[in-house]
């Protein structure tokens, strides 16, 4: 923790590397934890004392019940998909309303944003991204052609905005001919939840932020997505529509480069890709489909079957360049636990090239592998680092030599208590 510091914990590659639970656990150092890009497409899962939660707007930092929590200018939220989050989480007897504060600049993700996701999808044939469809890449296509709703604009004649916007959408829909679909449920919902939207602390959340840096307090920024997901740095256009990387802090929260302090890149001691795109590392064999039943790498926002392969150096490397990554968290050791050998991807060929570094089309390269002996032993419960086998410290050293960047937390299970800091 870095005081009078924005400190980044970032998904380093596909998404869904257990953001969620390490940001639950980082919490209670913090004064602040703040989203800064993404939306509901997002699925973070938090697991203590039995209970389990998948947060997809709100920050991870909202169960400890003395920290700020903010949803920044970078993100994107559907007030009904925010409301049914929020009412969960006030049902199960968390107090949000003093302490959940939302930016005015944020952007809206209207029902008709997510019918053009689902158009848009349908349209593109071969190419389909296999996106949420919760209208992530609408809502942020117009934010950058300057048509958007923001949360700010609930609290002016919002109505008259909002019919101007819908109908503007549903001339669009018509020349697609995408003219089958039917809102009015999920209207009457949405319009539920900008009224339940009111009852937040709609704010300046730049000011707030850097006021509150200023009195040298602490701000985690949780990131969403990873950087292979990120609208430059990804596998474009098989990408997500937000800069997931460091840089979007800066901008998705209203902070400086120089505020920035720790930068934690997180990752799976394997890979996994949710929807589609190229993914070297992918494996199509009964290995991949082990990993992916002894993981549970189902979406926790779709359920769809999460693609898997083993570790990806070469992404790594590439996302540990563009965040400027300082520690490195690597989670979900122990899914790994049984195998006799593991795998670690060090290049890309193709065509006999061989690259090393993150190609412009990662379309059709092969996977180069480095293969390790297994440690075939449970890290389930192991509470510390001189428990681990050797061939599990191997394993952490090969990596940390691989990518030149210390390893400083590994977790070994789902659960808040399963996490070891070195
Ligand atoms: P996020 O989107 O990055 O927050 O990650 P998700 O919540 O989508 O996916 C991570 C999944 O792995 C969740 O189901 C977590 O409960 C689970 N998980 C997190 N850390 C570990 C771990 O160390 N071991 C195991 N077995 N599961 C973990
Ligand atoms: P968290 O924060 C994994 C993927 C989708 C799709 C592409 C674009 O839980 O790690 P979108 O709906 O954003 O237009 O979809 O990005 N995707 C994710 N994959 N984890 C996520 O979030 C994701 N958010 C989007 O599957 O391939
Ligand atoms: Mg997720």
Redesign the pocket.
Known sequence: MSKGKVDALL?IV???EG?GKVVDVFTPKYDIVARFA?GP????TIIFDGKKFVLRSIPSGIFAEDKINIIGNGCVIAPDLFMAEARELEDAGYDLRSRLHISKRAHLILPTHRVLDRAYEAAKGKNK????G?G??PTYSEKASRTGLRVGDILDNFEAKYKALKARHEEILRNLNYTDYDITEEERLWMEGVEYMRSFPLTDTEIEINKALREGKSVLAEG???TM?DIDHGTYP????SNTVCGGVCTGLGVAPNSIGEVFGIFKAYSTR????PFPVELFDETGDRIREIGHEYG?VTGRNRRCGWVDLVALRYAIMVNGVTQLIMMKSDVLDTFSSIKACVAYEKDGVRTTDMPFDTEGWQAVYDELPGWQTDLTQMTSEDQFPQAFKDYVAYLERQLETPITILSVGPDRAQTIVR
């Open positions: 998904g596909f998404g869904d953001k993404g497409n997002a699925g973070h991204v296999g996106t949420t919760k992530i890449g969403a997505q990873g997901l098989f990408v997500s529509s949710v929807g589609a795109g926790a």
